[in-house]
């Protein structure tokens, strides 16, 4: 039985002198090669980044492939379905548990044989082992930041001249919505300036 496969293309829409064509006529040339039915082409002018609600071919594609209406997906190579490898092994993943096979040619990927669904295995380990280093790069930066002194979050936008209008201003009685509207500073700032002030004071 012939295999009936569908081609995705996509160019950015950054790049002004590119097409889809280029990469039609490799996938189409392999597809011969290989004996496959094109059965469709799904082609995308956006960004790599674009989430799939935001590429249209790419999202009827993937809805096409739930309803079975071809055997695999062809891409000239990995970073055409996907920038981010997450979402790369995700893609894979929702193609699996529906039995479509995707190939990728210029990167020599292909999922339906052993060594194609062993190489898949792999990408899913380095996308785990990706997260968790970042999550771990991302902790270890946040633990000097503390270490040095550096007080984490947003700069306050208060100035010490500001702080030093707030507190006259609340030591005379003013709402924080009053003092908000008389120096123009958000009351959420001033309530935290305040109980700061309040819980050095306490503590002093």
């Known amino acids: 039985m012939t295999t009936k496969v569908a081609l995705y293309c996509r160019v ?32 995308d002018e956006v960004s790599g980044a674009k989430s799939r ?32 490898l997450k979402e790369f092994v995700s893609f894979l993943a929702d193609m699996d548990d ?10 020599g990927l292909e999922t339906e044989s052993s060594s194609g669904r062993m190489m898949m295995k792999l990408i899913g380990v380095l996308e785990e082992w990706n997260r968790e280093m970042l999550i771990e790069r991302t902790n270890a930066g946040l633990a ?3 270490a040095n002194g550096t007080k984490l979050g947003r700069k306050s936008v208060l100035t010490p001249s500001l702080k030093k209008q707030i507190t006259a201003l609340k030591e005379n009685g003013f709402s924080i919505r009053k003092i908000s509207d008389e120096i123009g500073i958000n009351r959420g700032a001033i309530q935290r300036f305040l109980s700061d002030t309040k819980t050095v004071s306490e503590i002093v």
């Open 12 to 43: 950015s829409t950054s790049t002004k002198d590119q097409t889809t064509e280029n990469q039609l006529r490799e996938l189409t040339s392999y597809c011969d090669r290989m004996g496959y039915e094109v059965v469709k082409v799904y082609e």
């Open 53 to 84: 609600e935001k590429r249209p071919a790419y999202n009827e594609m993937c809805k096409d492939a739930f309803l079975k209406k071809f055997d695999t997906i062809i891409g000239w190579d990995v970073s055409r379905f996907s920038r981010s």
């Open 98 to 107: 529906k039995g479509i096979g995707v190939i990728a040619v210029k990167n």
């Open 144 to 146: 000097r930041t503390v």
